[in-house]
């Protein structure tokens, strides 16, 4: 299973899932182009020491990306889905894509993508943060799939 950011905008918050993908043992893909640079100040302090452990591996496009994990389900997290994550059967071998935070997924990124799932929301919110839905989303996989860690690292 992989946690895959789609052209991330907010250092912040892939600082924050890099640090959330070494504490969990799941590889993080970042597929470019991003919004900031990759040394700014704020992805670093958000990573803290975690950057180093996490397994970040950088995709310069969509396409590049599909190349590489052919044969591989995308499931794309979206405000927008119907499929509630709770209701999703994940696979071991799942790719967790979540769109950029200010705009989600084009529609032909969604179309590419196998499944779609959301996070069930009281009526009337728009969305969560990115690193905060990913880290639902992830652990409920990661839990499926009896893939969670079993100590700390």
């Given amino acids: 299973m992989h946690l895959v950011l789609f052209q991330p905008e907010i250092p912040q918050n892939m600082g924050t899932l890099m640090r959330f993908s070494a504490c969990m043992?799941?590889?993080?893909d970042v597929i470019e182009p991003c919004g900031f640079l990759l040394a700014d100040k704020h992805l670093k302090r958000a990573g803290m020491?975690?950057?180093?452990?996490?397994?970040?591996?950088?995709?310069?496009s969509w396409k590049a990306f599909?190349?590489?994990?052919?044969?591989?389900?995308r499931v794309a997290v979206s405000a927008n889905a119907?499929?509630?994550?709770?209701?999703?059967?994940?696979?071991?071998?799942?790719?967790l894509i979540m769109g950029q935070e200010s705009s989600g997924f084009p529609p032909e990124i969604i179309e590419d993508c196998h499944e779609s799932v959301m996070i069930p929301m009281v009526?009337?919110?728009r969305s969560l943060n990115l690193a905060l839905a990913a880290a639902i989303v992830s652990t409920e996989a990661l839990r499926q799939t009896h893939q969670l860690p079993g100590g700390s690292l």
């Fill in 25 to 28: 043992n799941l590889p993080l």
């Fill in 49 to 60: 020491d975690y950057m180093e452990r996490a397994m970040t591996t950088r995709f310069l």
């Fill in 66 to 73: 599909c190349e590489e994990r052919k044969g591989l389900r």
């Fill in 82 to 95: 119907s499929q509630s994550c709770y209701d999703f059967s994940f696979e071991s071998s799942d790719l």
């Fill in 123 to 125: 009526l009337g919110v």
